[in-house]
């Protein structure tokens, strides 16, 4: 049994979700709240009001999120919209031998199905028992006969095809309403493990506790009953008995032995190993180990001589152990497997290998189809790219609107695509066909990312941006993605924004989709006295300064004292440009004479080069200095020197004349988490950002 495609639509955090052409493998990323985990809630809410393991199941659902279903009004906290209806869909494939059990098996998974049709009294497969029903039965014997034999024909008639259309719709009033599909009502209420697949869902709350091991239960029914209850719901408990679970599987497997039948032990055993050599190379575990006063240890196995109880792994050792074993007990074949972050307590090294291994031992091993949900970059750079998985970025429904699927294919169709991804960096925060944004900053640092996601969250949603470093290295990067991209057919696909500087480019200007600021630094930005005054405030109860005047003089102070370097700056670009242009080497290339016209070209270019310096004379050059100075003079003056003046250069004079022992770029990050908490988006970013977004 797998999942081929999933549609969802209005169920909480999801506003429209859907996949198709569903592989053994499907992983899905996203940030915190874009509605991951609200997935594996609508399968589960799906599979359990089709047919529940125990009667009633979907109750369990609902009673998960603490809804009481004769009130009306928190049952609108499922909804998205509660003026619109909820809608999860989906197709579901069985296997050949599936399909043949449930033919075959028809008197005995319809009975109970046709009792509660008939009776109205809730009840499963598991533990429908004619016998203890035998005085009712009498009464309503032949109403049973009677359904159960309409059901066989409904699941005979539908099941032609391995595939099934499943639908569930709930209305804002409370009314649900299905799709019919009797084989899958059949086939969902059944829980017979040996013969169809099961949906088992693990929970992100994990947690693995130290246990003794006592009260082994060897009657397989009370194990699989155990397995039954906990297969969707009840998940607090899947972690709680592992010892006692590995004690259990040691006894039956020496029983079967004794027996003559044999078993899996030793298939276990040997994937223990390998998960072992895979995750821990320096460690080992050898499985359960009888002691001579009659117990069993649990021993694993470090280094040459020394070794330490299985309870004393650490937390990310369990996680992979437990895990895995869990999985591996619990799940048979044929079945889907709902994984919520697997790498919860897990260092990224320990992650290298996990898909794969998880993929050959639980899905191609045993025919399961594995889902996961993730934040791990390094799980997700395993299944980009290979061709057994499918990758989802999921966004938010705000950022993706409601028209647009929340979920996107992430693809390496393309080195374009792999260079994307390598310069966003986090695969689990990429979003794939959305723009990408160069912005100066050093990667370890990303401040100027850091900005526009904190001052503009929604639109750093819709955006991938990345840091790219320096002006100059932002251009020529952008340059050459952009040539790429419409070689491609990718056009408007890369971005960048760069600090003003000196430069007089006005922000509304575009080229090749390269923007700038409209002030000279980003950090110009975080020049508000009022906010300065509030985290000095804060800081110390000794602040240095009472008022915002006093603030807007210490901030002029240190304004004037970047002014000497920021005159040199611009007469030196001034003067560099003016000679600079007047070197131009070039020939035509279909010249006879090529050597004479190279040197020509170089005569003409000197000649120019010496009119150029010979008219910066003293005089010139001086009154260039004179012009710079007057400007940003007039600047200190009337406080356009906050957008002309190096920002970054003028908050780090404050911070070390002003804040004594104050840490420049700590009092920086202050600044922009008071400027977030306030929602202050400045008007020059704003524009820049909208036009981005809308180019």
Same mark, same amino acid.
């Given at each position: ?504 480019? /006005? %922000?509304? =200007?575009?080229? #090749? &989709?390269?923007? $700038? ?8 930005? !975080?020049? @508000? ?86 008219? /910066? %004379?003293? =005089?010139?050059? #001086? &009154?260039?200095? $004179? ?8 600047? !200190?003056? @009337? ?57």
């Amino acid at each position: 049994m797998r999942f081929n495609s999933i549609s969802i639509s209005n169920l909480r955090a999801i506003e429209r979700f859907e996949v198709d052409d569903l592989k053994d493998f499907i992983v899905i990323a996203g940030q915190n709240g874009s509605g991951k985990s609200s997935v594996f809630d609508g399968l589960r809410l799906l599979k359990s009001v089709y047919g529940g393991y125990q009667a009633d199941e979907y109750m369990q659902w609902f009673g998960e999120f603490a809804i009481n279903l004769q009130d009306k009004s928190a049952l609108r906290r499922l909804f998205r919209d509660s003026s619109r209806e909820i809608k999860i869909a989906a197709e579901v494939s069985f296997t050949e031998a599936e399909r043949a059990f449930v033919l075959d098996n028809l008197d005995n998974l319809t009975d109970p199905i046709a009792w509660q049709m008939v009776t109205g009294q809730r009840s499963d497969h598991w533990s429908f028992s004619r016998m203890a029903i035998a005085l009712q039965l009498q009464q309503y014997e032949e109403q049973v006969k009677a359904a159960s034999a309409s059901l066989k024909e409904a699941v005979r008639s539908q099941f032609t095809s391995r595939d099934q259309s499943l639908s569930l719709t709930i209305l804002p009033s409370g009314e649900m309403y299905l799709n019919n599909s009797k084989p899958v009502e059949v086939a969902f209420q059944s829980y017979q493990p040996d013969h169809l697949g099961v949906i088992e869902y693990h929970s992100a709350s994990r947690a693995y506790t130290r246990q003794d091991v006592g009260g082994i239960d060897l009657n397989v029914r009370n194990f699989q009953d155990q397995r039954r209850q906990q297969a969707l719901y009840n998940w607090q408990a899947k972690y709680q008995n592992v010892k006692t679970e590995l004690a259990s599987s040691y006894l039956r497997q020496l029983i079967s032995r004794q027996a003559g039948t044999g078993g899996s032990e030793d298939d276990l055993n040997a994937t223990l190993a390998e998960l072992f050599k895979t995750f821990f190379p320096d460690k080992s575990y050898g499985g359960v180990r009888p002691l001579e006063n009659g117990g069993l240890e649990f021993p694993v196995k470090v280094g040459e001589s020394a070794q330490h109880d299985i309870d004393d792994l650490s937390s990310g050792e369990k996680e992979i152990l437990y895990g895995y074993l869990r999985l591996r007990n619990s799940t048979p074949a044929n079945s889907v497997i709902l994984l919520d972050e697997p790498e919860l307590h897990l260092n990224p090294s320990l992650m290298q290998g996990y898909a794969d291994f998880y993929h050959r031992h639980l899905g191609l091993a045993r025919g399961n189809q594995l889902w996961l949900v993730t934040h791990s970059d390094a799980l997700l750079r395993q299944a980009v790219g290979n061709s057994n998985y499918r990758v989802y970025h999921m966004v938010s429904a705000s950022s993706a609107g409601p028209a647009v699927n929340q979920a996107a294919e992430v693809l390496l169709d393309d080195e374009l695509d792999r260079a994307a991804i390598d310069l966003v960096g986090d695969l689990a925060s990429y979003r794939p066909q959305a723009k990408i944004v160069i912005l100066e900053g050093a990667e370890d640092d990303g401040f100027d990312v850091g900005v526009v996601r904190r001052l503009f969250p929604d639109a750093a949603r819709r955006l991938n941006l990345v840091s790219g470093g320096s002006k100059r290295r932002v251009r020529d990067l952008h340059e050459i993605l952009v040539k790429s991209s419409e070689l491609n057919g990718a056009h408007n696909k890369f971005y960048a924004i760069c600090d003003r500087d000196s430069d007089v480019r /006005l %922000t509304a =200007e575009i080229e #090749n &989709r390269v923007f $700038t600021w409209d002030r000279y630094h980003i950090e110009n930005y !975080l020049l @508000d006295s009022e906010l300065i005054l509030s985290v000095s405030t804060s800081l110390s109860s000794s602040a240095p300064f009472a008022t915002v005047e006093e603030v807007d003089a210490a901030l002029v102070k240190a304004a004037r004292e970047v002014l000497g370097g920021l005159v040199v700056q611009v007469v030196q670009r001034g003067i560099n440009s003016a000679l600079i242009k007047t070197v131009s080497i070039g020939i035509d290339p279909a010249s006879r004479t090529p050597a004479a016209d190279f040197l020509n070209s170089v005569a003409s270019s000197t000649n120019k080069f010496r009119a150029a310096a010979d008219g /910066l %004379t003293y =005089e010139e050059v #001086n &009154r260039r200095v $004179t012009d710079a100075q007057a400007k940003f003079a007039d600047a !200190l003056s @009337d406080a356009s020197w906050r957008t002309e003046f190096p920002g970054r250069d003028v908050l780090k004079r404050f911070v070390g004349a002003s804040l004594v022992g104050v840490n420049y770029v700590a009092f920086r990050n202050l600044l922009l988490d008071k400027m977030a908490e306030q929602q202050i988006q400045p008007v020059g970013m704003k524009a820049v950002i909208e036009r981005v977004l809308h180019e």
